[in-house]
């Protein structure tokens, strides 16, 4: 099968050898395994970490969001059968997502959503799982809940943010302040259901004044913790809460301590990587994004197409998130 694969970790993105094309042999399918014919994925933050800075077996084959069609079923797979469409993130401790051919554990896979093309369902799992479990699982948000209180999205436009934007404006009564510095990274945070959006190039507590809004009761700090880092702690109220999943270099929890802030860590990839006794929930949360999609509830963040799934294409794609000016998630679609 094709798959597009690093061999050396640490290679720039505009070295044609940082990604390339080769054949693999065929997966065959574990217990609770799915084989998955591939007909898109999506690039996320961590392709580009790996690719970078990460030595380990090689070739590896990268991508973590995928849309297919099941072809066969492990032996104790129930969940679905082969012809099913489904859509997933995997995990990281397995090989990616950038093969003809994927397996991936039943229990975190989910239908595809019916209303979306391969490429736009593609954009959606690894972010909507990360975003859904930091704001119900970290930070504690019930659905239908947050009345009277605020979340802070720092980052709102990349990807986890404008599925994290939807799911606080459409699922709870929280006002969402997002921050974006660009006017059309900006303009994304408000279609997307922001209901302020403030220049995180700027001081965060003297933004949030200048919007009226002091103080927040939740922030969700998704890339350059360590940069607003104080900023943060400054707006957040006394019990307030921060979670992140971003990685800065170290993280001094001291500060914390005089707001009785507390502090949460969201990494998707727990479950599958512990196969910890709730992995299951992925599956049922996948499900729930299908049918907010269907619904019209939520829509799906793909911004930009870029074509098959080459090495080529995927640097390109690399390149551009790399860059730090993505909006939502760049696509991939197609062998």
Not at 307 to 313: E, F, L, Q, R
Request: proline share 7%.
């Amino acid at each position: 099968m094709k798959a597009i694969v690093y061999i050396r970790h640490g290679l720039p993105i505009d070295d044609p050898q940082s990604l390339v094309e080769i054949d693999l042999p065929a997966p065959e399918p574990g217990p609770r395994d799915l084989l998955v014919q591939v007909r898109a994925v999506s690039v996320n933050p961590v392709d580009t970490k790996l690719r970078r800075g990460v030595a380990g077996e090689a070739p590896r084959v990268l991508g973590w969001d995928a849309v297919g069609i099941v072809q066969a079923a492990g032996a104790e797979a129930t969940l679905f059968r082969p012809g099913d469409r489904v859509f997933y993130a995997g995990s990281i401790a397995r090989p990616g997502s950038n093969s003809e051919l994927h397996l991936v554990d039943e229990r975190i896979a989910g239908p595809a959503p019916r209303s979306l093309g391969d490429a736009e369902a593609a954009a959606l799992p690894l972010t909507s799982i990360t975003a859904w479990e930091l704001l119900f699982d970290r930070l504690g948000v019930p659905e239908g809940g947050g009345a009277g209180q605020s979340l802070l999205i720092v980052g709102a436009a990349g990807g986890v943010g404008s599925i994290l934007v939807q799911l606080a404006r459409q699922l709870t009564r929280l006002t969402v302040i997002g921050t974006a510095s660009r006017p059309e990274t900006a303009d994304w945070v408000r279609q997307l259901g922001a209901h302020h959006v403030i220049d995180h190039s700027r001081p965060l507590a003297e933004e949030l004044k200048r919007a009226g809004l002091p103080e927040v009761d939740c922030v969700a700090s998704l890339t350059n913790t360590d940069r607003h880092y104080a900023q943060i702690i400054e707006t957040l109220r006394p019990q307030g809460r921060l979670a992140l999943i971003d990685d800065p270099d170290t993280l001094d929890a001291m500060p914390l301590k005089r707001k009785s802030l507390s502090l949460h860590w969201e990494l998707m990839f727990t479950r599958p990587l512990y196969e910890t006794p709730d992995i299951q929930r992925q599956h049922d949360l996948l499900a729930r994004v299908a049918q907010l999609v269907d619904q019209a509830v939520l829509r799906s963040t793909a911004a930009e197409h870029f074509g098959a799934i080459t090495a080529a294409s995927l640097r390109r794609a690399h390149a551009l998130v790399e860059s730090g000016r993505s909006r939502g998630k760049v696509v991939l679609e197609g062998f």
